[in-house]
């Protein structure tokens, strides 16, 4: 029932939500991302000194505007001062944050000066020991540090200079009271919120970056690598299942779509790709151009890597066909899988990558490069593993034999096609 309640006022929160953000982020859709951000902080801090400000100045009018002239329309200047900090950021990055800042340092002296220092109203500038981070940046840290300085300057000259036998304004102690329990929680609130923020900028910023790292390499690779950062990662695999395809003809394919259409089909078809590669557990490597590698049983050994690897393949063929219809093409592919030892780590220290090599790596590279345009053509050793499934299970994968080919470095060696044992030949 609870979950139900707190549905429902999410429900209704999310609009107001909505107008909030707008509201925060006028005048910074000029500024690139990063600058934005700091505006959109500078504009919330601009919205407090409207609200805080429009408090103090009825709250004061209602006990004795008379009496408390001075103070109630200094706040009311506050309150146009902070209206006006949006309309700013036209004029450059710097100006609202400028205007704040000079305003606030003259306008709470003053109030010490008219109140005393019992009302707490100098408490404020201790705001400023943040507040400059996140409106000007770090890259202006002679700026920043003059008005962490300006504060601490005009905090502590509040303190010595007004104490309360030399306010100028006779104020009420209840009114009093109210102003430093108001000063109190204004700077409280505001320390939090920044602080707060601090913290969910990095965490978002470390969100972004293990999402990347996780588009670029295993998630059991990032895993390593962020709990042992600087340290070398290697591996070797008894046996694992590594394909390559590659397009036939694809340079004149590409002539013929063009630049864009390219791209296109090309973003199509590898996205495809890597969502068949998500449902049969096998890990991308890489692609160059218009030809793709991947693994089955590395990083995460499994027992069953040339069934996945063997499914992939044959689930790729109908990805590309259907990909051929979309952009009218005359898409072919060869694929080509071998299984066998491996070695694999992450090599680079820029844009670097999880890679694998070895005999393996080799011969299903050259496995794909001899073989036919629409057929996968396999090793002995993942025929004879695949073979031993038929045998004991539902037949799945049919084999026609291609026979001896010779293969640089490895020389004769004897090669399948494999297909699904429900492919319909024409």
């Known amino acids: 029932m609870l979950a139900g309640v707190f549905s429902m006022a999410e429900e209704r929160l999310r609009p107001l939500l909505r107008r909030l953000k707008r509201v925060l982020a006028y005048g910074t859709a000029i500024y690139p991302p990063k600058i934005a951000r700091r505006l959109k902080v500078l504009n919330g801090m601009a919205w407090l000194i409207?609200?805080?400000?429009?408090?103090?100045?009825?709250?004061?009018?209602?006990?004795?505007?008379?009496?408390?002239?001075?103070?109630?329309?200094?706040?009311?200047?506050?309150?146009?001062?902070?209206?006006?900090?949006?309309?700013?950021?036209?004029f450059g990055e710097m100006a609202g944050g400028l205007l704040i800042t000079f305003t606030e340092i003259a306008a709470l002296f003053v109030f010490a000066a008219l109140l005393g220092r019992n009302t707490g109203i100098h408490i404020n500038l201790i705001v400023g020991a943040a507040a400059p981070f996140f409106v000007f940046g770090l890259k202006r840290p002679l700026l920043v540090g003059m008005i962490v300085l300006a504060t601490l300057g005009a905090h502590t000259a509040a303190w010595f200079l007004f104490p309360q036998e030399r306010a100028l304004i006779a104020a009420d102690p209840a009114l009093i009271d109210q102003l430093y329990v108001s000063s109190a929680i204004t700077t409280f609130g505001v320390i939090a919120a920044l602080v707060w923020y601090a913290f969910a900028l990095v965490e978002e910023a470390e969100r972004t970056t293990e999402e990347l790292l996780h588009n670029v390499l295993p998630s059991k690779i990032v895993e390593r690598l962020t709990s042992r950062p600087g340290h070398p990662l290697a591996d070797s695999f008894a046996e694992i299942t590594v394909l390559f395809t590659d397009l036939q003809a694809f340079v004149q394919i590409a002539k013929d779509l063009g630049a864009r259409r390219t791209v296109a089909m090309l973003n199509h078809l590898i996205r495809a790709f890597d969502s068949l590669a998500d449902k049969h557990g096998v890990e991308k490597i890489k692609t160059i151009g218009d030809a793709y590698m991947a693994v089955s049983g590395a990083p995460e050994p499994t027992a069953n890597h040339v069934q996945n690897m063997a499914r992939f393949a044959l689930d790729l063929q109908v990805a590309l066909e259907e990909t051929a219809r979309r952009f009218n093409a005359p898409l072919k592919m060869r694929i080509g899988i071998a299984s066998g030892p491996v070695m694999a780590g992450v090599i680079g220290a820029r844009r670097f990558s999880y890679d694998v090599w070895g005999d393996a790596v080799n011969l299903a590279a050259r496995l794909e490069a001899s073989g036919v345009a629409g057929r996968i053509q396999i090793n002995e050793s993942v025929y004879r593993r695949l073979v031993g499934d038929n045998e004991v299970r539902t037949r799945e994968f049919a084999f026609e034999p291609r026979g001896i080919i010779d293969i640089k470095g490895f020389g004769a060696v004897e090669s399948w096609f494999l297909e699904s044992a429900n492919h319909e030949k024409g």
């Open 50 to 90: 409207v609200i805080f400000s429009a408090q103090y100045a009825l709250s004061f009018a209602l006990a004795d505007f008379t009496k408390y002239q001075p103070f109630i329309w200094l706040n009311v200047a506050l309150v146009f001062m902070g209206l006006a900090v949006p309309f700013t950021h036209r």
